[in-house]
């Protein structure tokens, strides 16, 4: 029997659409007595996002073992979902910025799965704009390639059975990738960032922010190692979905 997906229910209690759609940071001057930690992190304009459905929210330091990152917390008021970008240094210089586009991975970033290399791979980027002093790591809750945690978690017992990543989802009903990347626009204007040197092995990943009109200078390959427990989920990602993977 061919199971069915599960629809996801979002219960948020964000900030409604017209107060999201004009609520600003305070821009304004800092007194003498202010810190340097108590003085605006960045200055997002209202119309960065004019258009879309993703607004800026706010921005606060977020102290890691790696280095001090900026987070910057935007919110979907379509779909209710919330995404953050982690900056180091300046990234509004117009210069290209090194940068590593991630969904989410609930299982293998805060669970410590080893059935994929997601958690390997933002720890490598965080670890690699750290040593470069300046960066940005896009978070998008895109869960399971788009077709969120609980199908993920359908995904995989089918996988425990023998099927491949790509094989679930097209059995549970998806497609193979179900991400959208159109968001990432608004995001990287809000920031004022122009180009990206992106770490990534999806040729598909880059053509797809091409096409949305964001500047890729450079691919920067984003390996991260083969175990036994992920080869047959990286050798699906290398012959399926076209990642370059020179480990395999």
Known sequence: MTAKPVTEQFRTEQLGTEQLATEQLNTEPPSAEQSATDQPLISVPPEAAEGTTCRYVDSCQLPTRFATFTLHGFADTQN????????LGDVGDGRPVLSRVHSECLTGDALFS??????????????????????????????????????????????????DTVEANLQLGFAADQREYSLLKPMAKALNIQSLQLMTNNPRKVAALRAIGLTVVERIPHSTGKTDHNEFYLETKKNKLGHYLDEL
């Open 80 to 87: 209710h979902k919330e995404h953050v970008v982690l900056t």
């Open 114 to 163: 080893l059935r994929c290399d997601c958690g390997a791979q933002l720890e490598a980027a965080l670890e690699r704009i750290a040593q470069e002093g300046r960066g940005a790591v896009f978070y998008l809750r895109q869960e399971g390639r788009g077709i969120g945690l609980l199908n993920k978690v359908r995904a995989y017992q089918l996988q425990d059975q023998g099927l």
